[in-house]
């Protein structure tokens, strides 16, 4: 069993900047794809964006060119560096991860990532 915590949440004003972290709990295998999804009250749950083993990523185009996702593999570590954030990134930002895969399900699939975390929540105000 993998756990995933997140955080870094918070609330900051449109145009603000906010970076979130995942920690895992397993870190000894290299080939996973980590990834962010967000759900908005009253929405479906969204993919943001996804990383592989190798370093490819995955953007969905809302937040392309705003949000850069990385991860530190010696520590398990997922990050998500989000900029010029918009009342409409408002959301449950939930950390997921998938093992044993060299590339990264799409971010339209939630069901085929196998672990999330709690979700940290990210508020943007105009």
């Known amino acids: 069993q993998v756990q995933l915590v997140e955080s870094g949440g918070g609330s900051v004003q449109a145009g603000g900047s906010l970076r979130l972290s995942c920690a895992a709990s397993?870190?000894?295998?290299?080939?996973?794809?980590m990834g962010w999804f967000r759900q908005a009250p009253g929405k479906e749950r969204e993919g943001v964006a996804s990383?592989?083993?190798?370093?490819?990523?995955s953007y969905a185009d809302s937040v392309r060119e705003r949000f850069t996702v990385s991860k530190d593999n010696a520590k398990g570590t997922l990050f998500l560096q989000m900029n010029s954030l918009k009342p409409e990134d408002t959301a449950m930002y939930y950390c997921?991860?998938?093992?044993?895969?060299?590339?990264?399900?799409?971010?339209?699939?939630?069901?085929?990532?196998?672990?999330w975390g709690q979700g940290t929540q990210v508020t943007v105000s105009s």
């Open positions: 997921v991860a998938r093992y044993y895969v060299l590339i990264c399900p799409r971010l339209d699939k939630p069901t085929d990532y196998t672990y």
């Open positions: 397993r870190t000894t295998y290299s080939r996973r794809c």
């Open positions: 990383v592989d083993s190798d370093g490819g990523t």
